[in-house]
DNA sequence: AAAACTGTAACATTTTTTATTACTTAATAA
DNA sequence: TTATTAAGTAATAAAAAATGTTACAGTTTT
């Protein structure tokens, strides 16, 4: 399953596209996505430690995109809201003493890397206007 | 995320392909991969309902698989581990007021689709037999 | 009949995700 | 210059999902 995060940042990003010029507040956007304002600033957290959004604080204040939409790809998305590979395993602690198990999680790890590399392949050739315009 | 469920039953399919001529039974499977027999039953159980292993009960019994390794691709049991979309998300209920909110689980879903049709291109080139080679 | 299995339901625990509260800092407008 | 509105963030709580356990019935072999 893909996390929530991506669903949630892609709304966020949806929304700052059809308002390219406003400070979109926290709490406009969470009523939009049906979700708690706090959430919906630590996506925004995310988003601004990739240079993707600015904030400004303050009355008046919120968030608004760096770059235009055109300039921002689906790929960076995927891979921003997943700390490690998106596509993998948590915890997982085979027998060491078993030759398959012993061998399972690297093979299991090549195996996700392709597929990652997969859906980036696919997501790279999206980008964010593409993604706003079904709207 | 991938679910957990995928990486164990694969764990349980290498294992099975291992010895092709034995019952295995779940309490050696479970020591192999280092979970509990009850879990490792669960996914035997589905892997069952896909017609991939057949299991005998009492004494000596196990499970075993039904085709040749090689006749079984990684993207069948890509497909048997998640019932419903695998790159998808849970529960998401976004303000139906807003024409983002409106739409975009619809555009999410379409999104996920076709990431989900990579990822099964890239495993049906992958037989069982393949991945157990390299062991 | 005893032993060694599977099958499954019910329940418990742990982990992860999501939500809330509370409070600090910053910018704007009156 | 003060009230207001908004972001930033840490700490905590609640809910949901994943994982683990127990218990026991049904099966097959010895």
Redesign the interface.
């Known amino acids: ?4 995060k ?2 949630i940042t ?2 966020i990003l ?2 700052l596209t ?1 308002f390219p010029d406003e400070y979109l507040s926290s709490e406009f956007i969470a ?4 979700l708690h304002p706090v959430l919906v600033r630590k996506e925004i957290a995310n988003l601004k430690k990739n240079s993707i959004v600015e904030s400004k604080e303050g009355k008046n204040g919120g968030t608004k995109l760096l770059k235009s939409a055109a300039k921002i790809s ?1 790929d960076t998305i995927f891979r921003m809201t997943f700390d490690t590979v ?5 915890k ?4 060491p003493n ?4 012993k ?2 999680n690297k ?2 790890e090549n ?2 890397g ?2 990652n590399e ?2 980036s ?3 790279s050739s ?1 980008s964010l206007e593409d ?1 706003s315009n ?2």
């Open positions: 399953m893909i996390s929530g991506f669903a892609i709304h949806t929304l059809k009523g939009s996505i049906n689906l998106s596509f993998g395993f948590s997982n602690e085979p027998n078993c030759p398959v198990g061998q399972i093979n299991l195996l996700y392709k597929i997969k859906i392949l696919q997501l999206i993604f079904q709207f």
